[in-house]
């Protein structure tokens, strides 16, 4: 079975600075997908960022940019330029190719942004 | 609607007690997922719906949850006989379909309190 691990239960940023957030996994899977979801007091998963395995290149989505390390198996989250809007906790999931492609999630990290 | 909607918002039942928790996909959707997020904790998976069949239910903890779709559209969590642990946040997601390729999109949930 697939497992997903978030190592920071809170992270902390101000405002305008960058901020890596770290998630590793474990699967034996060759083709998966990974992703960054982003759940504010309102409960409603958005999705921040996904990667394919199969792409060396990192995904990057506007001021938020991943570093996957597939041999490592290792997905970190970078936001740059945070803001105060980006204040939520943050969920790494893994995706298989299973008959559900279900998904996976960490524990999942809570970041703060002051000012 | 144009997202994942799902009724109640909170509900509040008694150990022991019947409750039904619904979830009205995105339209045209077919498929469906079913995901229980435990306080401080990610979401995690129960069931997998492909049109109005329960294709994956490995998730489901015990035989007291129970979930259907008969029409393809519409689903509802159906927990019988609550207990103080089923307390958690149901979540309910989508996808046009259920590839690996295709995003799920998710509801802001059902927080369900067991007293």
């Known amino acids: 079975a697939q497992t997903v691990t978030q190592s920071q239960p809170e992270m902390s940023v101000q405002e305008a600075e960058t901020v890596t957030l770290s998630c590793t996994y474990d699967?034996?899977?060759?083709?998966?997908?990974l992703f960054w979801y982003k759940q504010p007091p309102s409960r409603q998963m958005i999705l921040v960022i996904r990667?394919?395995?199969?792409?060396?290149q990192n995904a990057t989505e506007n001021r938020f940019s991943v570093n996957f390390q597939k041999a490592a198996k290792s997905f970190s989250l970078k936001i740059s330029d945070s803001q105060l809007g980006d204040a939520a906790m943050y969920f790494c999931?893994?995706?298989?190719?299973?008959?559900?492609?279900?998904?996976?999630f960490g524990t999942g990290t809570r970041l703060q942004v002051t000012l | 609607g144009a997202g994942v909607s799902q009724t109640p918002s909170n509900k509040v039942t008694e150990k022991g007690k019947y409750v039904e928790l619904r979830c009205d996909p995105i339209?045209?959707?077919?498929?469906l997922y079913w995901y229980r997020q435990s306080l401080g904790q990610g979401p995690e998976f129960l069931i997998y719906?492909?049109?109005?069949?329960?294709?994956?239910d490995s998730g489901l903890p015990n035989d007291r949850f129970f979930a259907v779709r008969p029409e393809g559209s519409v689903s509802t969590l159906k927990i019988q006989r609550t207990e103080r642990g089923d307390s958690a946040v149901y979540l309910c997601?989508?996808?046009?379909?259920?590839?690996?390729?295709?995003?799920?999109?998710f509801g802001p949930g059902t927080r369900l309190t067991v007293t």
């Open positions: 699967t034996s899977e060759s083709d998966y997908y």
């Open positions: 719906f492909q049109g109005t069949g329960a294709a994956d």
């Open positions: 997601a989508s996808s046009s379909q259920g590839g690996l390729g295709y995003e799920q999109y």
């Open positions: 999931a893994y995706r298989s190719t299973g008959t559900a492609s279900k998904l996976t």
């Open positions: 990667q394919e395995a199969y792409k060396q």
């Open positions: 339209s045209g959707h077919t498929a």
